[in-house]
């Protein structure tokens, strides 16, 4: 699972449910696993534009896709934490996903997001 930190108190995340807000140490206790990263921000700016976008997902109330599928209305967890980035003007990586031995997609993996921050903290 992974999310978003705008702020001290406040994450974004996409659960079944839909997108929401949750604060950080909820978010820690219904995961297994997780890491703290830190963005190659380019620009105080470009940070704003992802933090807005991150409230845009809330705000539009973007549900959950449990097909991990090309539909832009709704995202999974690693697709918004993606999406989050781009806005911020931080290219991700798509991997190549092999999926039920013969399908092959694409999908954000979290090596994908790694690759884009400075890992602040690894919980596994």
Known sequence: HSGVVKDHTTMVHITGTGCDYIHPLDFMMHSDKFAILRPHWKSPQDLKNAIAQAD??????????????????????????????????????????????????HAYLPKNLEETSDIKYKFE
């Open 56 to 105: 845009k997902f809330v705000a539009d109330h973007v549900k959950y896709d449990f097909f991990f599928g090309e539909d832009a209305t709704r995202l999974y967890c690693h697709e918004l934490c993606a999406r989050f980035l781009e806005a911020g003007n931080i290219n991700v990586k798509l991997s190549k996903v092999r999926m039920f031995l013969f399908i092959t997609m």
